[in-house]
């Protein structure tokens, strides 16, 4: 049978030598990127070539399976967490190309924690700061919305009371703390952390000073088609959207 990628091939075979490139990289550039992992001519290449992308540029952040570093809020990206979007190649090679905080215009930019120690330098809006009692309330009712017992209720309705209103908090993270991957704020309740392990120390430390993570923009670094390849390895290490073996 003759994949949509093998007719793209012939068709650029004949064109490689105007773009310094091979035909193989035309072929995927102009494939629905999308639809690379599912084409066997074109995902293994992708993989391949992907792969060495990952380890020259990615590993010192996500390491070199890819498993990130919660102590510097570093994400994961094999598991089934995702921070922005849902995984797809095109969403992740938006991001290679134009980064997360990078001073890029069209790069991701809108999520960014305060810290509520003392929230008045927050730019995006004024917000209020928050007191180590209201803080607390806060972290109990995060705690206990993950499953952690030991917190009586009154302590849980003020945080959850403080998350809903002034606090804020809802307005990233969505009134029922599953966050809105749309933005990049990230999901509260389903025990994956982005900085830590969601400890009491922990969330208070990301409460009290914030956190806003950048990742870099690669748009003049590295090649259209060595960008689309290693987004197609990313999405590859997610295990919903995994290259078939």
């Not at 102590?71 to 290679?96: C, H, N, W």
């Not at 190309?97 to 960014?112: M, Q, T, V």
């Not at 928050?130 to 206990?144: K, Y």
């Not at 830590?196 to 950048?214: F, P, Q, R, V, Y």
């Amino acid at each position: 049978m003759v994949t949509p990628a093998a007719v793209l091939l012939m068709i650029a075979g004949s064109l490689w030598w105007r773009h310094g490139v091979s035909a193989r990289q035309i072929a995927m550039l102009r494939s629905d990127p999308e639809q690379v992992l599912a084409d066997p001519v074109l995902r293994n290449h992708a993989l391949a070539d992907g792969r060495k992308v990952f380890l020259t540029h990615c590993t010192s952040c996500h390491g070199a399976a890819g498993k990130g570093d919660p102590s510097k809020a570093m994400p994961d990206l094999t598991d089934k967490d995702f921070l922005y979007g849902r995984g797809r190649v095109g969403e992740i090679e938006q991001i290679v190309l134009h980064g997360i905080r990078a001073g890029d215009s069209k790069g991701r930019d809108l999520a960014e924690m305060p810290g509520f120690a003392k929230a008045e330098p927050y730019t995006r809006e004024k917000l209020p700061s928050l007191t180590p009692a209201q803080i607390s309330d806060i972290v109990g009712f995060l705690r206990a919305a993950n499953g952690n017992g030991g917190y009586d209720l009154a302590r849980i309705g003020r945080g959850h009371k403080l998350f809903s209103t002034n606090g804020a908090c809802w307005d990233c993270h969505a009134s029922d703390g599953a966050g809105d991957a749309a933005v990049g704020a990230p999901n509260l309740i389903d025990g994956v952390w982005l900085k830590g392990n969601g400890s009491e120390a922990d969330l208070t430390d990301i409460i009290e000073h914030g956190m806003a993570g950048i990742s870099p923009a690669f748009q003049h670094s590295i090649s259209a088609y060595d960008a689309r390849a290693v987004a197609v390895y990313t999405a590859s290490l997610h295990p919903s959207v995994r290259a078939p073996s």
